[in-house]
């Protein structure tokens, strides 16, 4: 049921406003929009392990030199996601996630037209940042805007958009590759993103969390909050608030205070080793395949 506010000029907490609604199609469309960003970011991050032999072929180099091209773009995605997720509490979710998606839609363009190793490390890493910075602010945004008790659910619905993204692009490189080569791959997954970034600017909402805590746009806040729940009715002097703790210092510091410390660097090791079997397999196993391909055919 909707909340109705009328004629009180009362603060309306807007965690608590979302966690009392049902999930809508406001929610659902905001999904999507993440969806279609993680899509596109599982795609161009794994393009790198598609293309891999064809473009060792063509530039008559080692599998060993492309170790280093592979690791740059997740070096350059991890450095993207620790600088672009604490930005966005400051300008906003929406900047980040726009401009972080022109910055890989860019850097995978890119990619189609270099020419050697040094530069392929070099755009890697760069494309890698945008990457790196639309990922966790996706999933904040479309965690920010649904109820707690479906907040999991929705956002891990969402991040199968990445996993999507990876998986699809294998099959169209495949289809790519013959044809085209290697570098076309490059050129889907750079025009697409860009195609995205205008209807992001036009589509995508701002973070509500972030307009409540700035306190400068409270009819936007409003406008969002009746977006997810269009039986709702604001005072117009109604101020809408966010209760959460104050952190100061290094964000990442607190992980480790209040006897956090242990399950901190349990849930690390986790992720580490989960992350690393991934990317070793999505980088490599392509290469491998391609290379036990001939003796297949000659035990034939």
């Given at each position: 049921m909707a909340i109705q506010v009328r004629g009180s000029p009362s603060p309306v907490d807007v965690a608590q406003f979302i966690d009392a609604q049902p999930v809508g199609g406001f929610?659902?469309?905001l999904l999507l929009t993440c969806a279609a960003v993680l899509f596109l970011d599982g795609f161009d991050t794994q393009a790198i392990g598609f293309v891999a032999p064809a473009l060792a072929r063509e530039w008559d180099v080692s599998k060993a030199a492309l170790g280093p091209v592979f690791?740059?773009?997740l070096f350059g995605l991890m450095i993207g996601a620790l600088l672009f997720g604490p930005l966005a509490d400051r300008i906003?979710?929406?900047k980040i996630i726009v401009f972080s998606t022109l910055a890989f839609g860019i850097g995978t363009l890119v990619t189609a037209f270099v020419q050697d190793i040094d530069m392929l490390l070099a755009i890697r890493f760069l494309t890698g940042l945008g990457l790196g910075g639309?990922?966790?602010?996706?999933i904040a945004m479309t965690s920010e805007f649904n109820p707690r008790r479906r907040r999991a659910t929705m956002v891990m619905i969402m991040f199968c958009g990445?996993?999507?993204g990876a998986a699809l692009g294998g099959f169209l490189a495949a289809a790519l590759i013959p044809q085209f080569g290697?570098?076309?791959v490059f050129v889907v997954g750079g025009v697409a993103p860009l195609l995205l970034v205008p209807i992001l600017a036009l589509r995508l909402p701002e973070s509500v969390r972030f307009l409540a805590l700035t306190g400068r746009a409270q009819e936007r806040v409003a406008e969002l909050l009746w977006s997810i729940s269009p039986r709702a009715v604001f005072a117009p002097a109604t101020q809408f608030v966010v209760h959460e703790p104050e952190l100061t210092g290094i964000p990442v510091l607190h992980l480790f205070r209040?006897?956090?410390t242990l399950v901190t660097l349990l849930l690390w090791v986790v992720f580490f080793m989960s992350l690393l079997d991934l990317y070793f397999l999505s980088n490599w196993l392509p290469t491998v395949l391609n290379d036990l391909?001939?003796?297949y055919r000659k035990r034939r």
């Open positions: 929610q659902i469309r690791s740059a773009g906003g979710r929406k639309a990922m966790p602010n996706a990445f996993s999507v290697w570098r076309s209040d006897g956090r391909a001939p003796r």
